[in-house]
């Protein structure tokens, strides 16, 4: 995700300078640290098994209102037995928005879960927060076992919403639905809503999702798009979250990047900026492809349009966001550097995924990195001079404060959360670059994403790799980086 609050450019820097003197005090109320990166443990171990969501959808669109019936097939495979599952709700943070006026719907919005059911029988769910739900089992799940969880609910869309939105004659459904919790070595984690980054961290599962659409409304979605009829169904696997454009207002241009089926989603009065964020888009998928690895599905959407607080830039399996132009030094420009950057997403965060509550950082520092790196390369932009900058106000942030790159959501406040998860470690990176040569550098990013594809992985995973790829202790660089430890 780019906030919409801060781009990538010395004028950023600037205003994090203006912000330092009263660092100390927003310091003092930042939230703890819920798990501190160092007792961390290693990314979870591949399996076939993953969850199934299947999910038959009817959109309403004369009263914003999604009413859909679910089932999901959980297969444990821990070791020891269930007795309980969480749901995330996050549309229920729309009912009484608690996060500040910039991203307050102006409608509110909220979901609604009944006739819950575990392998059949009827069970009674229960709030623990607004956002978070728990479903008791009727029998405690064992390992290599699988429970059925079945649910109707009701969505009621906000105006104005946070990512989850209506505008005009589209819907914008994302993290729509109930969402299963992850469950690992520390235990269920159901960390609350937050507007500073993106707390959505959820595991590998396969979908199938029907949608019954009114007369002229088409799909767009995490899956291979199809265009026909007022009943669409679609099947895609392997991915870690399922997000949905309905819409009777957008139009698309479409290209390929190798095989891969790249469309372009634009609103009219948008088209000036539609050829060139086409070419962006396929140039950018075949840059990360060639540099990374292959991209393991058949298609990506890119969905211009500025219709809600936080939605352009944000990145979803299969799909982003993006404004259609931005500010440059140059002027109003296409936005390319945010098209490149969703799309970098789809292999840090997408394919190769983290938590990105606890560990913001691993996502959107190697994104931050491959955008910059392709702005360089493709688009001549060279932000060398502004990387060193931003790491130098980094410094002087964290010494008068004590804030690393690689703490929770909950310990930034805005202003400097782009700085510390964005920044600093994609300057880092590029540092790593001239101590150890680019192909050295892509080298150990491939081998993260060939051991860790459709897994979670870990900053020290992400450090072991590095060792292990240059064939060297580089431990204290990442520690002197990362954690502002110099030893």
């Not at 009263?22 to 640290?33: G, M, R």
């Not at 493709?378 to 690393?404: C, N, P, W, Y």
């Amino acid at each position: 995700m780019k906030h919409r609050f801060f781009s990538f450019s010395i004028s950023f820097v600037l205003v994090v300078m203006a912000f330092v003197t009263t660092f100390t005090q927003l310091a003092q109320e930042k939230q703890p640290a819920v798990t501190p990166v160092h007792k961390q443990t290693s990314g979870q171990s591949a399996s076939p098994k993953r969850p199934l969501y299947q999910i038959d959808a009817t959109y309403h669109p004369e009263r914003d209102e999604v009413a859909a019936k679910m089932k999901v097939t959980i297969p444990h495979k821990g070791r020891d037995a269930w007795r309980e599952v969480f749901f995330h709700l996050y549309p229920n943070v729309f009912r009484e928005w608690k996060y500040g006026k910039e991203g307050k719907p102006t409608k509110p919005g909220y979901i609604q879960v009944s006739q819950v059911k575990v392998n059949g029988r009827a069970v009674k769910e229960k709030l623990v927060r607004d956002e978070i739900m728990r479903v008791p089992l009727v029998q405690p799940l064992a390992h290599g076992k699988t429970a059925q969880i079945t649910m109707d609910f009701t969505l009621r869309l906000p105006h104005g919403g946070t990512r989850l939105n209506t505008f005009k004659h589209t819907a914008f459904l994302a993290q729509w639905y109930p969402m299963l919790a992850v469950k690992n070595q520390s235990g269920w984690q159901i960390e609350p809503y937050t507007t500073v980054g993106d707390p959505f961290y959820s595991e590998m599962s396969n979908f199938q999702v029907s949608f019954h659409l009114p007369e002229g409304y088409r799909l767009i979605s995490t899956g291979k798009n199809l265009d026909s009829g007022s009943f669409v169904t679609i099947k895609q696997d392997r991915v870690r979250d399922f997000v949905a454009v309905l819409t009777k207002d957008y139009q698309k241009q479409s290209a390929k990047a190798g095989g891969i089926a790249v469309n372009l989603w634009y609103l009219p009065g948008m088209e000036k900026a539609v050829a060139p964020l086409l070419h962006a888009a396929t140039q950018s998928m075949n840059f990360f492809g060639k540099i990374y690895g292959k991209y393991p599905y058949d298609e990506v959407d890119v969905v211009l349009g500025e219709t809600g607080f936080g939605i352009a830039g944000m990145e979803y399996p299969g799909l982003i966001t993006s404004i259609p132009t931005m500010q440059t030094e140059a002027g109003i420009q296409p936005a390319v550097s945010v098209v490149a950057h969703e799309l970098a997403h789809q292999w840090w965060y997408g394919v190769v995924g983290n938590n990105q509550a606890k560990e913001p950082w691993l996502d959107e520092g190697l994104t931050t990195f491959s955008e910059f790196l392709f702005m360089k390369e493709k688009m001549k932009s060279d932000e060398h001079e502004f990387l060193r900058r931003a790491t130098k106000k980094a410094d002087e942030i964290h010494q008068v404060a004590g804030i690393t790159c690689v703490d929770t959501l909950y310990s930034y406040p805005d202003i400097f959360y782009g700085l510390m998860v964005y920044i600093r470690p994609a300057a880092m990176l590029f540092e790593l670059m001239d101590e150890l040569g680019r192909d050295k550098v892509l080298e150990i990013l491939r081998a993260y994403y060939d051991q860790y594809q459709f897994k979670t992985a870990t900053t020290l995973d992400f450090i072991r790799v590095a060792n292990k790829v240059a064939e060297k202790d580089l431990t204290p660089f990442f520690r002197e980086w990362l954690y502002f430890d110099k030893g």
